[in-house]
């Protein structure tokens, strides 16, 4: 398994944009489809964007055109750009990563976007 750190969440104020983090441990993380899910205030937690070990890329329907997955392999880290933030993006944002046999969840990073 892999232990996860996200990193960049904050206050913003609609419009803004704000880049996520997250900074997994060891040597397999090149090997890893890694994934951004979020949680609002009493809601489920639903898939943002993926991204697979070779860089294929998918995105919910709410964050198309503004949010952007990416992954630095040499830094074991995966990245969230997210812009024309609106409030609905306010939400507990969360990293994940899987391999065929395991699955990892990082602490979650807080993101509000209020005017």
């Known amino acids: 398994q892999v232990q996860l750190v996200e990193s960049g969440g904050g206050l913003v104020q609609p419009g803004g944009s704000l880049r996520l983090s997250c900074a997994a441990s060891g040597s397999i993380f090149s090997t890893l489809a890694m994934a951004w899910f979020r949680q609002p205030p009493g809601k489920q937690r639903d898939m943002v964007a993926t991204?697979?070990?070779?860089?294929?890329?998918n995105y919910a329907d709410s964050v198309k055109g503004r949010f952007t997955i990416s992954r630095e392999n040499a830094k074991n880290t995966v990245y969230l750009q997210m812009n024309s933030l609106k409030p609905e993006d306010t939400a507990v944002y969360y990293c994940?990563?899987?391999?065929?046999?395991?699955?990892?969840w990082g602490q979650g990073t807080q993101v509000t976007v209020f005017s």
């Open positions: 994940y990563a899987q391999r065929y046999d395991f699955g990892s």
């Open positions: 991204i697979t070990s070779d860089g294929s890329t």
